[in-house]
């Protein structure tokens, strides 16, 4: 939990990296979440048509992958090093200290969120009503809240492995609580289709959820929009380069294509399950999906197993949100190191959580989001990437001394202001400025750089470089040698952690044998009353499992050969 161990103003070191297992499980459990339960809703609230959903979310998600892979990962693992000390190396202190906190605030709003979405399930418990509205009706909800984040900012606090490890072992579950709640509502939906008596062909499904879930409103929402949102739902975290902060402890840039488990099996699968979902809510609690929030969803659907759920796939969010806040934070001042401010950026993002609307309005505000933050992905790939293709010289700024890289702090300040200008104005929608915007950020900055000393040649840079080149090659002898080897082997497992593995998988297929048979007979009430059942047996299982793993593992490293100089 040391600052040290989390690497916040150094490069990575070569024994701390991170296999492709954990990522592929980080991404999983990231992305699905809590707030897919919201989001897939108020896709069917749109008025979006069946068709412009299914074919949108599939291009949109791709791009976000293609970003992910070709940008953000190979410039995290290049570099080593989180967003923030990345960008104080190019920008200077007094640009990072704003910037820290503008994207600290907003990852504290968009945690919030999660931290909300996962409360509204446990006040399912409580008999607190839905809590829609701006503000809370109730103050039993108030504190639920504060109870879910104080568990959530714990997470946060003991750092990337125990969140990595949280994820690998919730993901495949949580996965597959959205397609068993899917199955189960699907007869509902199915009922309420005239002219449909079951699905027996993909015809059959598109009529079912173009009459019943994604109903067409003819409104201003369309495909481009839907392929828009999906790509840019995490701009954040892969255009504006936010995920540097996790794949800095990737071994490979190739873990970035990790991302497709989030986004096709999250933002596409989780998307269309969760509008299934909430359609067929709606349709038994004989009211609007927009009066029901993500707990009673998922308690119409799973009963007890879907409280679990929406709490769970919150707490996946909501960790590694938090942590990247605290990272933003503490590059304000290193001295307070990471734990402290963690804990501050947990308390005010679980009062955030208080009030509902942080979710009920969470399409517009990752829109915003991404708007206020892309310049700076701009500049950041601009540089890295574009400046030694053109002559320029990397972190010239710095080389020259200065505090602030003026031209980067008015590429930002004159981007944000020109795409809220735009936005306001009605010229383009939210979903569609951003790419416009990153290619006049990265010509305007290119251009003002050039003015300002980027043309110029610095003893420095010489130097930075050499030892820059000397740390990459000492991290690629490591990868390649038998001290890495051994510590990714693994011994074989016991019986009584087999045992569990493979009653873990068992107990998953029992919960997808509940889902199936609600839809094929229209019980779902063996599925609300009786999921929860699987669902802790996997749980106790393959906690038992991953410990067991975990355990063999550490061993293995502490008899590993120290890393190369």
Not at 247 to 261: D, H, I, V
Request: glycine share 10%; aromatic share 12%.
């Amino acid at each position: 939990m040391s600052t040290a161990e989390e690497f916040e103003t150094q490069a990575v070191s070569a024994d701390k990296l991170q296999g492709g297992k954990t990522f592929a499980a980080s991404y999983a459990g990231e992305h699905v979440a809590g707030t897919e339960f919201v989001i897939g809703a108020l896709f069917v609230s749109w008025g979006v048509g069946a068709s412009d959903i299914i074919i949108g979310l599939l291009f949109g998600n791709l791009l976000a992958v293609l970003t992910w892979g070709l940008v953000t990962a190979p410039i995290a693992t290049d570099t080593r090093l989180t967003l923030y000390a990345y960008l104080e190396k190019i920008a200077g202190p007094g640009t990072i200290k704003l910037y820290s906190i503008i994207n600290g605030m907003l990852f504290c709003v968009l945690a919030g969120a999660m931290i909300t979405v996962s409360a509204s399930a446990v006040r399912v418990l409580f008999g607190i009503d839905d809590q829609v509205g701006y503000f809370p009706t109730d103050f039993r909800f108030v504190l639920v809240v504060l109870g879910v984040g104080t568990v959530v900012v714990y997470m946060a606090v003991k750092g990337f492995k125990k969140l990595a490890a949280f994820a690998e072992i919730c993901a495949p579950w949580m996965i597959l609580m959205f397609v068993v709640g899917a199955l189960t509502m699907m007869p509902t939906t199915i009922a309420a289709t005239s002219g449909v008596e079951g699905i027996s062909s993909f015809s059959d499904f598109l009529t079912v959820a173009s009459e019943s879930i994604w109903k067409d409103t003819e409104g201003d929402i369309g495909i481009w929009h839907v392929v828009a949102f999906a790509w840019i739902a995490n701009l954040a975290m892969h255009g504006c380069l936010g995920d540097m902060t996790l794949l800095r402890f990737a071994k490979s840039p190739k873990y970035g294509y990790f991302s497709a488990l989030g986004m096709f099996i999250g933002h596409y699968m989780a998307w269309i399950c969760a509008g299934i979902m909430g359609a067929g809510a709606a349709i038994l609690l004989k009211t609007s999906i927009t009066a029901i929030d993500p707990g009673s969803v998922a308690y119409t659907a799973l009963g007890a197993s879907g409280i679990l759920a929406v709490i769970i796939a919150g707490w996946t969010t909501s960790n590694p949100t938090i942590y990247r806040a605290g990272l933003a934070f503490s590059s304000l001042n290193h001295r307070w190191g990471r734990v402290k401010v963690t804990i501050v950026v947990g308390i005010i993002t679980t009062i955030i959580a208080c009030s509902p609307f942080v979710f009920s309005g969470l399409l517009g505000f990752v829109g915003y989001m991404g708007l206020l933050l892309a310049p700076v992905g701009a500049i950041i790939v601009a540089e890295h990437w574009v400046f030694p293709k053109i002559g320029l010289t990397r972190y010239w700024s710095k080389y020259k001394g200065n505090t602030t890289n003026l031209p980067a702090l008015a590429t930002w300040i004159v981007s944000m202001a020109l795409g809220i200008v735009v936005e306001q104005a009605g010229l383009l929608h939210l979903f569609f400025i951003l790419i416009p915007l990153w290619t006049f950020s990265t010509v305007m900055y290119i251009s003002l750089a050039s003015l300002s000393g980027a043309k110029e040649s610095y003893p420095e840079a010489v130097e930075a470089e050499r030892i820059e080149l000397q740390r990459k090659a000492s991290e690629a002898q490591y990868l390649a040698s038998p001290a890495c080897s051994e510590a990714e082997q693994q011994k074989t497992a016991g019986i009584l952690a087999t045992m569990a593995k493979y009653a873990s998988w068992a107990a998953l297929a029992s919960c997808l044998y509940m889902g199936l048979h609600a839809y094929t007979t229209g019980d779902i009430a063996n599925v609300t009353q009786w999921l929860i059942a699987p669902t802790l047996i996997y749980f106790i299982t393959a906690t038992y499992a991953y410990l067991a793993k975990t355990n063999r593992s550490a061993s293995v490293t502490e008899n590993a050969s120290e890393p190369l100089a």
